[in-house]
């Protein structure tokens, strides 16, 4: 399926309920784009592909929109179970908070409780399906045995994954998923913020920081203002830019910042390494959510044909399956992201790191287990156990 190069009116209602913060003339708009012929279903389904509810739910009820009572019901149901599940990962995220300070694990809290603290000011607004942190490497084990007697277990990679597969893996991966079952609660342990260490590969639990509170008498550590604008836009660009509330978190960030503090931090991302994305993010921040950006960063952005391109592609990518089915969902559209990668990074070394990172699949690990020493042929046997898999049925 392929997105329509004009956005729907439903999707167009969507993007407006995502400007924060709300004033008068944002809900004007909103109160305009809700005004005319709506698909109201789809709307929902938009909706809950992006996964804002909560600002969405906020900004209708705000502006008075007369949305079908089961629309409004839906939406409504949904932003108060994400408030009721954001406050319970709260607590379970300070208790964890003791745990590691008690263990001596410095730990940094990404995305999640601290970015809706610091975006919108409010726990519901967003929603966060884990609790991510982000460690030292040599601490994995360490916090992999805290979380054990926490009880969680890990789920991602596939548990028969053995340890000395995990160990060869760690070049190729940025993280563990774990998952309490008895809870509920994901956590995902991060030793690094992406896959290919030559992007962002600067930051580290050592980089600064800030303590953000989340309730009373609570605060957990999170990356500082310029490492956070790189990282938000660097991930958005990773994941393809197929959820909006990706792009919503950064449009908030940057509703109150002077054009100075704009150019600002798109400097300090780009000489991190994440100038594309960041390059990206405001354009489309200005395209949907109308963000102002200094006139001449705007026209250093506007006159980039990779800028541009990325724009494209961030738009293609939110509004493709006709606004309903996710990005990775659609034929292809996971391999399309891959080949969106190459124009975020520069060097051979970044390039040939996500071609590694694309052929190596943890799925063949348990087709032909290979001793550590030998986990180097995982990329060169892709494409043969992915032709035995088509044909017998069994392609991953």
């Not at 690990?365 to 892709?382: D, E, G, H, N, S």
Request: overall charge positive; hydrophobic content about 45%.
């Amino acid at each position: 399926m392929r997105a329509s190069s004009t956005p729907s009116p439903e999707f167009l209602l969507v993007t407006a309920c995502c400007v924060w913060p709300l004033n008068e003339s944002r809900l004007q708009a909103i109160r305009e784009a809700a005004a005319g012929p709506l698909d109201w279903e789809r709307f929902v389904r938009i909706v809950s592909r992006h996964r804002v509810e909560g600002l969405v739910n906020k900004a209708m009820t705000r502006a008075e929109v007369a949305a079908p009572a089961s629309v409004s019901s839906e939406i409504h149901e949904t932003a108060s179970g994400n408030l009721r599940h954001n406050l319970e990962m709260a607590a379970e995220a300070a208790k964890l908070m003791r745990s590691f300070a008690n263990a001596e694990i410095e730990v940094l809290f990404l995305k999640g409780l601290t970015l809706a603290h610091l975006a919108f000011g409010n726990l519901g607004l967003r929603h966060s399906k884990d609790i991510d942190v982000l460690i030292a490497p040599e601490n994995i084990e360490a916090a992999s045995e805290l979380l054990k007697t926490a009880g969680y277990r890990r789920h991602k990679p596939d548990p028969r994954i053995n340890d000395a597969q995990i160990r060869s893996l760690m070049n190729l991966r940025k993280d563990l998923g774990y998952m309490n079952k008895t809870s509920g609660f994901e956590v995902e342990l991060h030793w690094r913020l992406f896959d290919n260490p030559h992007m962002l590969g600067g930051i580290s639990v050592a980089s600064a920081q800030r303590a953000v509170p989340i309730a009373a008498g609570m605060s957990l550590p999170t990356l500082g203002d310029d490492d956070l604008f790189a990282y938000l836009c660097a991930h958005g660009a990773n994941d393809g830019w197929f959820r909006l509330k990706w792009l919503a978190d950064i449009g908030a960030l940057l509703a109150n910042a002077s054009g100075s503090e704009v150019a600002r931090l798109y400097g300090a991302a780009k000489q991190k390494g994440a100038g594309p994305a960041a390059a990206q993010a405001l354009l489309l921040c200005r395209r949907l959510f109308n963000t102002e950006l200094p006139e001449s960063l705007s026209r250093r952005l506007q006159s980039s044909v990779r800028a541009r391109w990325l724009e494209r592609i961030g738009l293609w990518a939110m509004r493709t399956g006709d606004e309903v089915t996710a990005l990775p969902e659609v034929s292809f559209g996971g391999t399309r992201i891959f080949f969106s990668h190459f124009l975020f990074g520069r060097g051979w070394r970044y390039a040939m790191r996500e071609i590694r990172i694309f052929l190596t699949n943890t799925d063949d690990m348990l087709t032909v287990p290979l001793p550590a020493q030998l986990t180097f042929l995982y990329p060169l046997l892709r494409l043969p156990l992915w032709a035995v898999g088509r044909f017998t049925g069994r392609a991953h």
